[in-house]
């Protein structure tokens, strides 16, 4: 973001009562937990929002992908894109979770290349992350790697979470979609998330 833009919100997250939205964010926000401001944004379009929340729900859920492998390709994917407030979210509440030290996680957000401190399965799932966001596919030599760890059916799901979180990525940033407050003590600011876009 340029110095002569805005911070404030384009498309301000609902705020309660949430109105025709209310069961979906009640359906996609832990019980006592305010919904995030992710969510309230994209619930301005209820019909949009509804028709994501199947697909996220299962690749957050336990039925899918390791939630490790998950979360490190959505830190790094939102991170490649820019995306300040997605990022923090997650780096907030699942890197701690993995005992992930700092460095690794502030790692993550440097542009393109290796990330040190990451075992090699995790540098695969950096490196899927750097295919895709610059050039939307992925190598003949990554893929044989990465079918070493696997399986077919991981990997389209691996591929999916990308495309999901860079979808997310687009409309926090196009919205302006905050930081949530709990989570700002790891965004930092934009210059600290580069990426080469």
């Given at each position: 973001m340029t110095g002569q833009e805005s911070d404030q919100p384009r498309i301000p997250p609902l705020d309660p009562p949430y109105g025709l939205a209310a069961d979906l964010l009640a359906k996609v926000t832990r019980p006592g937990s305010e919904p995030l401001l992710i969510f309230r944004t994209l619930a301005r379009h209820v019909a949009l929002a509804t028709a994501m929340e199947?697909?996220?729900?299962?690749?957050?859920?336990p039925d899918g992908l390791a939630a490790e492998d998950?979360?490190?390709?959505?830190?790094?994917?939102?991170?490649r894109c820019g995306c300040r407030s997605e990022w923090a979210?997650?780096?907030?509440?699942?890197a701690?979770?993995?005992?992930?030290?700092?460095?690794?996680?502030?790692?993550?957000?440097?542009?393109?290349?290796?990330?040190?401190?990451?075992?090699?399965?995790q540098g695969l799932v950096v490196e899927l992350c750097d295919g895709l966001v610059d050039h939307a596919?992925?190598?003949?030599?990554?893929?044989?790697?990465?079918?070493?760890?696997?399986?077919?059916e991981e990997l389209l799901e691996l591929i999916v979470v990308v495309g999901l979180y860079q979808t997310v990525s687009y409309v926090a940033k196009c919205a302006r979609t905050p930081v949530e407050a709990w989570a700002s003590a790891v965004a930092g600011g934009e210059d600290q998330i580069t990426h080469d876009r």
């Open positions: 199947p697909l996220a729900s299962y690749l957050l859920g998950r979360e490190l390709a959505i830190l790094r994917v939102t991170a979210t997650h780096a907030t509440v699942f701690p979770l993995f005992g992930w030290p700092a460095s690794l996680v502030r790692g993550l957000r440097v542009s393109a290349g290796p990330v040190s401190g990451l075992s090699d399965r596919a992925i190598s003949d030599a990554l893929w044989a790697r990465l079918r070493y760890h696997w399986s077919d």
